[in-house]
């Protein structure tokens, strides 16, 4: 498997010294695994002046981190949904696929110490806030049927625990370094796993949706949902027991402990030893 990009396009708080505000493309690789070294993922980031934001200055700036990095990614993820058009033509344009994505927390990480760190020393800063990949919730929609009606539960794992995932029989999965986090080993991170007799075609399908994060939502009942994309938003199941309410609960609680780090995991009944799908996740600003 190739690497994957995350990539934001949007003015910064600069002023040139016709006082326009100074775009900038900045990308970085994503991390894949749980034993990924951070200072080693490709990371690229130029100035664009105000009168040259459109795709073409873009994508030309993508090849030229392609250039750099030595080889093109398989895929781009952006969050930034307002410049949706320009970033998918530009990235199309340079023979890659751009997906809307609220998986980009190696560019979140990026544009927040590039606002503390780089900008302020730039001649026309302005200040300001920093960029967020905080999204709107979307209202949250039913399960395909062919995936509906599978047995779920609760449960958590330590972070050094986690640590062994290269060692696990898994189909379809995706994680990051726990360090890269801030998540220590002895921390416990909660999690859902799905249980189904089709665990290999749900897992391929969850594959393919951009997964960000889960969240028990109690806006219309109780609710575990799957936010995925940079809209869609999945209803897992309608939580009515009083011990799984409980549960959820205690999910939410070990999330936020955990800096808003957990999993979902697909198997084929609760007696399996492997995984259809596994994925480590995060909640941003949890």
């Not at 010294?17 to 493309?25: A, F, I, L, P, Y």
């Given at each position: 498997?190739?690497?994957?990009?995350?990539?934001?396009?949007?003015?910064?708080?600069?002023?040139?010294?016709?006082?326009?505000?100074?775009?900038?493309?900045?990308?970085?690789?994503?991390?894949?695994?749980?034993?990924?070294?951070?200072?080693?993922?490709?990371?690229?980031?130029?100035?664009?002046?105000?009168?040259e934001?459109?795709?073409?200055?873009?994508?030309?700036?993508?090849?030229?981190?392609?250039?750099?990095?030595?080889?093109?990614?398989i895929k781009?993820?952006?969050?930034?949904?307002?410049?949706?058009?320009?970033?998918?033509?530009?990235?199309?344009d340079?023979?890659?696929?751009?997906?809307?994505s609220?998986?980009?927390?190696?560019?979140?990480?990026?544009?927040?110490q590039?606002?503390?760190?780089v900008?302020?020393?730039?001649?026309?800063?302005?200040?300001?806030?920093?960029?967020?990949?905080?999204?709107?919730?979307?209202?949250p929609?039913?399960?395909p049927?062919?995936?509906?009606?599978?047995?779920?539960?609760?449960?958590?794992?330590?972070?050094?625990?986690?640590?062994?995932?290269?060692?696990?029989?898994?189909?379809?999965?995706?994680?990051?370094?726990?360090?890269?986090?801030?998540?220590?080993?002895?921390?416990?991170?909660?999690?859902?796993?799905?249980?189904?007799?089709?665990?290999?075609?749900?897992?391929?399908?969850m594959?393919?949706?951009?997964?960000?994060?889960?969240?028990?939502?109690?806006?219309?009942?109780?609710?575990?949902?799957l936010?995925?994309?940079?809209?869609?938003?999945?209803?897992?199941?309608?939580?009515?027991?009083?011990?799984?309410?409980?549960?959820?609960?205690?999910?939410?609680?070990?999330?936020?402990?955990?800096?808003?780090?957990?999993?979902i995991?697909?198997?084929?009944?609760?007696?399996?030893?492997?995984?259809?799908?596994?994925?480590?996740?995060?909640?941003?600003?949890?």
């Amino acid at each position: 498997m190739g690497s994957i990009w995350e990539l934001d396009f949007y003015s910064r708080p600069i002023l040139d010294e016709n006082q326009k505000k100074v775009w900038e493309v900045v990308i970085c690789e994503s991390p894949l695994d749980i034993r990924t070294k951070t200072d080693s993922l490709f990371r690229y980031a130029q100035y664009c002046p105000s009168t040259e934001v459109n795709s073409v200055w873009l994508r030309t700036a993508i090849q030229e981190a392609i250039s750099k990095a030595g080889e093109a990614p398989i895929k781009i993820r952006f969050f930034r949904r307002q410049m949706n058009n320009m970033i998918v033509k530009a990235c199309e344009d340079a023979g890659i696929p751009a997906l809307p994505s609220r998986r980009t927390l190696a560019l979140n990480q990026l544009l927040k110490q590039r606002m503390e760190e780089v900008y302020p020393q730039e001649p026309g800063y302005q200040g300001g806030t920093t960029p967020s990949v905080r999204l709107d919730s979307p209202l949250p929609q039913r399960l395909p049927d062919a995936l509906e009606g599978q047995q779920w539960v609760f449960v958590s794992l330590s972070a050094a625990d986690l640590a062994e995932m290269p060692e696990w029989e898994i189909g379809f999965s995706e994680a990051f370094p726990l360090d890269f986090v801030q998540v220590s080993p002895e921390t416990r991170i909660p999690g859902v796993l799905i249980f189904s007799p089709r665990a290999l075609p749900i897992a391929g399908w969850m594959s393919g949706l951009e997964l960000a994060f889960l969240r028990v939502d109690t806006s219309q009942g109780t609710r575990l949902v799957l936010e995925t994309g940079a809209t869609e938003s999945w209803i897992l199941a309608n939580i009515k027991n009083p011990t799984t309410l409980q549960e959820a609960r205690g999910f939410e609680e070990a999330k936020q402990k955990a800096n808003g780090v957990h999993f979902i995991g697909v198997q084929s009944n609760p007696e399996a030893e492997s995984f259809a799908g596994f994925w480590l996740l995060q909640e941003v600003g949890v």
